[in-house]
């Protein structure tokens, strides 16, 4: 079956540490999202890339890092200079421009 | 500035219709999307409005009015298991790829 597949489902972080939320699709798909979703608050645009080896800042890029170098990849990094990691994160992805996102089943992320 | 609106929670009746209200001010308007996300899961799509007017999907439907900044979601013949969030979004141009999200409607359904 195609579909979106994030890993893992819970993670936890401690003080000073990097995490990497690993996020991959085989629906060949050329552009994939990184949304973080907080109680309250609608989804907001972390990063995206509409084409390997090439992405974007979304509207909160402070303190990730994101890369694209295969097609079927997307791996999100929240830094230590993310000073509020803890909230949902989502990933996507779209077949052609304007059409309908395709999210995965996100991965919860805490600060110990 | 960009600012999409929802009701928090709602709650309805098995069986019931319930009426789900969206409205935006953005920049610019390219068409607007209905997600329905169960607790912990994730969004999936429901709809796609970018003309005027009713779309009609099952017991979903969508409607768009781009003169008011204005659409809403209809649920017909409730279900348990239609209780979800519903996001509503907004894309604002027809080049981008960015999406604008609202905070979503709580929907709670009761037998």
């Known amino acids: 079956d195609g579909g979106i597949t994030q890993s893992p489902k819970y993670l936890f972080r401690k003080e000073g540490q990097n995490v990497t939320l690993s996020c991959e699709q085989n629906l060949n798909h050329d552009a994939m999202y990184w949304y973080r979703q907080d109680p309250g608050q609608g989804l907001r645009l972390i990063y995206y890339s509409q084409i390997v080896n090439d992405f974007q800042k979304g509207d909160i890029a402070e303190g990730y890092s994101v890369s694209r170098e295969k097609k079927e990849s997307f791996p999100l990094t929240v830094t230590s200079a993310q000073k509020n990691p803890t909230a949902f994160y989502l990933c996507?992805?779209?077949?052609?421009?304007?059409?309908?996102?395709?999210f995965g089943s996100g991965t919860q992320l805490s600060v110990l | 500035g960009q600012n999409i609106d929802q009701p928090t929670e709602m709650t309805a009746t098995e069986g019931a219709i319930v009426q789900i209200n969206c409205t935006y001010q953005t920049s610019g308007f390219n068409g607007l999307f209905w997600y329905q996300q169960h607790a912990g899961e994730a969004p999936t799509f429901l709809s796609y409005n970018v003309l005027d007017g009713l779309e009609e999907k099952g017991r979903f439907s969508s409607f768009l009015s781009r003169s008011k900044g204005y659409s809403y979601l209809l649920l017909k013949e409730l279900q348990m298991k239609d209780s979800a969030s519903y996001l509503c979004a907004v894309r604002e141009s027809y080049n981008t790829d960015k999406l604008i999200f609202g905070t979503g409607t709580r929907l709670q359904v009761f037998p």
């Open positions: 996507a992805s779209r077949a052609n421009l304007g059409e309908k996102l395709f």
